[in-house]
């Protein structure tokens, strides 16, 4: 089974993301491509998904687009802020 992004579902230059960081206590990791892992960091993910948002509508757009429809915390969290905006 091929391994993709959590967030955009990109199968391209997978790393293990801690959904929490480190810094803030985060030990599980998740599947992520390197373009959300390193833009993410330390951010929480609300936030990012929120700078993420305002700063690179394409990565915005393809995190919408992979997430539709799922049941998981980001994808609760796309809705929600999809619904405030």
Known sequence: ?????????SGR???AEHVQARCRGG???KPACRKCNRSKGKKRLRS????????NSYRWKRIISWNKG???QIAKQIRTIKRIS
């Open 70 to 72: 799922k049941r998981s």
């Open 48 to 55: 990012w998904l929120i700078w993420t948002k305002n700063n």
């Open 13 to 15: 230059n997978i790393e």
């Open 27 to 29: 030990v599980t990791t």
């Open 1 to 9: 089974m091929k391994r993709v992004c959590v967030y955009c579902g």
